[in-house]
Nanobody, 122 residues
Framework: QADLVESGGGSVQAGDSLRLSCVAS????????MAWFRQRPGKEREFVAA????????EYGDSVKGRFTISRDKAKNAVHLQMTSLQPEDTAVYYC???????????????WGQGTQVTVSS
């Protein structure tokens, strides 16, 4: 069983918005940095966004900067990814991760979800 569970994926049209959510299946991750990664078809997994434990540090991948927003709700032990102006190249499996610091490197994160599919058609 994954430590984190993603939801909110789906199929949308270009220009639409989606909000992904990630919650802990067990325990709490409120003291951890949280991040979103994605894996596009035929590509390696890439960094999307990260937020520090106190939400004072936000990091975004270049391809999503200005369109995606990461946030966290500690009361609900959750992290969200608001995605706007979606494009076909945003089609991917999106993964939630937790680790000690808000970094771009995949191996910085210890806990992972199983992913949620986002499909954007033109």
């Amino acid at each position: 069983q994954a430590d984190l569970v993603e939801s909110g994926g789906g199929s949308v049209q270009a220009g639409d918005s989606l909000r992904l959510s990630c919650v802990a299946s067990r325990g709490t991750f409120n003291d951890y940095a949280m991040a979103w990664f994605r894996q596009r078809p035929g590509k390696e997994r890439e960094f999307v966004a990260a937020i520090s434990g106190f939400a004072t540090i936000l990091e975004y991948g270049d391809s999503v900067k200005g369109r995606f927003t990461i946030s966290r709700d500690k009361a609900k032990n959750a992290v969200h990814l608001q995605m706007t102006s979606l494009q076909p190249e945003d089609t991917a499996v999106y993964y939630c991760a937790a680790g000690p610091g808000a970094r771009r490197e995949e191996d910085s994160y210890t806990y992972w979800g199983q992913g949620t599919q986002v499909t954007v058609s033109s």
